[in-house]
């Protein structure tokens, strides 16, 4: 009961995003998905929860071809996500941003609300519920998003950059926090983050891309001992061993 990009690219008019990327995240599993600015990787989140339709490749959720389902329809199959900035309903507080979702999803407001505060309780974060979402501090901002993201008992989760912007000791956070979320809950994340660290610490299994193809993919050995993986971040392929 796989997530995965098969083969995939993408094309902005002549411009070539993704270059037959292919990845797949099982339940239970963190994948990590790294590469520098503009690499792709939103590209593959985009692709992955039907925001962006591949031009080549397919999209599979558990075997099943749902390349051509849209946003909504991927939500409603188990496939969540985060954005890269909070975009959270910043007139409502904290619950409602949590209860909308899960109407919009197709539940009675009383299970919604009951399921969100179930879910506050799981993440420690029940405090907020009354807060403006506006007016959050950007790694509470960060929690909410991820547990309207939770609402609906989604299948997948898909992170982009969740730890941007935060300490070190914010990031140790939200790691133990992603990784119950695969432990505890069973679902499956992809992980993009420009905190390498967070991401080996993480992922048992990382995929890395560099102009829309992807240059690695392997466990936190491999991709430490990658000379592409090094010579993508540091620009050049005269990386020293
Ligand atoms: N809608 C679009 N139209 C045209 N080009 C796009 C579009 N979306 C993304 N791109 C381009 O595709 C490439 C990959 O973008 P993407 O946002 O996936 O990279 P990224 O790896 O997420 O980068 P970052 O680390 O900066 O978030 C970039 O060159 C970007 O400018
Ligand atoms: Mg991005």
Not at 84 to 96: I, N, S, T
Request: aromatic share 4%; with cysteine; glycine share 12%.
């Amino acid at each position: 009961m796989a997530l995965a990009l098969d083969r995939v690219g993408v094309a902005f008019g002549g411009f070539q995003a993704l270059n037959d990327v292919s990845l797949t995240v099982a339940p239970g599993q963190v994948v990590g998905l790294i590469g520098p600015n503009g690499a792709g990787k939103t590209t593959c989140v985009n692709t992955l929860t039907g925001f962006q339709r591949p031009s080549t490749g397919r999209v599979l959720l558990g075997g099943r071809d749902v390349s051509r389902l849209a946003a909504p329809a991927m939500r409603r199959a188990g496939v969540a996500r985060t954005f890269q900035a909070g975009r959270l309903f910043a007139g409502l507080d904290v619950l409602d941003n949590l209860a909308c979702t899960g109407v919009g999803l197709g539940l009675r407001r009383a299970r919604a609300e009951h399921e969100a505060e179930a879910l506050m309780d799981w993440m420690g974060i029940r405090a907020l519920q009354s807060r403006g979402a506006a007016g959050l501090p950007y790694t509470d901002e960060r929690r909410v998003a991820i547990a309207r993201a939770l609402m609906g008992a989604p299948r997948f989760l898909l992170l982009d950059e969740p730890a941007a912007g935060m300490s070190d000791p914010e990031a140790a956070d939200l790691a133990a926090l992603i990784r119950r979320i695969a432990t505890e809950r069973g679902i499956g994340c992809l992980l993009i983050e420009h905190n390498v660290g967070l991401v080996l610490s993480v992922c048992a299994d990382v995929v890395v891309l560099d102009g829309g193809q992807v240059i690695e993919h392997g466990d936190r050995a491999a991709i430490l001992a990658s000379r592409a993986v090094r010579a993508a971040y540091l620009g050049t392929a005269e990386v020293a061993a």
